[in-house]
């Protein structure tokens, strides 16, 4: 498919405001439990407003994502995505950093100007916070560890509750980031989730089957564990490749 695409960009002194493409969908730098990998690919483009902030001490990124609009007669739901992803450093001193998370993701199908009531007005909350300790080792063969601990929690706030997702979930999600100086990378991951759903987020870690043909299949807890093996590298100025091995 080819899709023209339009942006404008206001930027001063670490702040910036855009307006129509969105610089995402990784940018947002937000969990797989939130925000799938493989929206990379599925959902390439997005668009609405966007305010975003790259400060030494604060990063952060606030945007809302318009996927579908109705009007006056439309026999389909509207359906948009609001997200907040922000990292506050507490400490960044001898090759050490110490980050407060925090990331939400609100995704909304349905709206108020229509008549269509085939499909009930669905409204999801789901939000991570929890705390990120980075070491870097200069010149060694491990150039860096990343220890990061979320508690991830899943709310439904429709006004009519559907019988095909719970009500409120939530996980603890640790993790252990490993990386060389050859561009190959370990990441170890544990998921414990109970009761948990994400609109957005990549399916694996869903207590509710996404595929029609398991429709109503559901694993109220969900315990995985993942062992990732990553090749990240620039192989010409421009060409970025990155591949992934990731059993669990």
């Known amino acids: 498919s ?13 702040y910036s405001f855009l307006l129509g493409n969105l610089e995402g969908p990784l940018n947002h730098q937000l969990i797989e439990p939130l925000f799938d990998f493989e929206n990379l690919i599925n959902h390439r483009n997005e668009n609405g407003g966007q305010f975003r902030t790259d400060k ?13 609009a109705i009007y006056p007669g439309s026999t389909f739901q509207e359906a948009f995505t609001f997200g907040h992803s922000s990292r506050i450093t507490l400490l960044e001193k001898n ?21 269509f009531k085939a499909n009930p007005t669905l409204s999801l909350f789901n939000g991570a916070e929890g705390i990120s300790i980075e070491k870097k080792f200069p010149n060694h063969f491990i150039e860096s560890m990343h220890l990061a601990y979320y508690f991830v929690n899943y709310r439904n706030i429709s006004k009519e509750k559907s ?80 591949i992934r091995f990731e059993p669990y």
């Open 95 to 115: 090759n050490f950093k110490l980050s407060i998370p925090l990331q939400v993701i609100m995704y909304h199908n349905g709206g108020q100007i229509n008549t």
């Open 2 to 14: 080819i899709a023209p695409t339009f942006t404008i960009k206001v930027h001063k002194n670490g």
């Open 163 to 242: 019988t095909s997702y719970y009500k409120q979930g939530y996980a603890s999600y640790p993790s252990l980031l490993i990386k060389t100086k050859y561009h190959i990378n370990a990441l170890l991951e544990y998921w414990d989730g109970h009761h948990y759903y994400s609109a957005k987020g990549s399916p694996v870690f869903s207590s509710v089957s996404y595929k029609w043909s398991f429709e109503g299949w559901n694993e109220p807890i969900r315990n995985l564990l993942f062992i990732r093996l990553l090749y990240e590298q620039e192989w010409l100025p421009g060409l970025f490749v990155n």
């Open 56 to 68: 030494k001490a604060i990063w952060s990124d606030t945007w809302l994502n318009w996927e579908r």
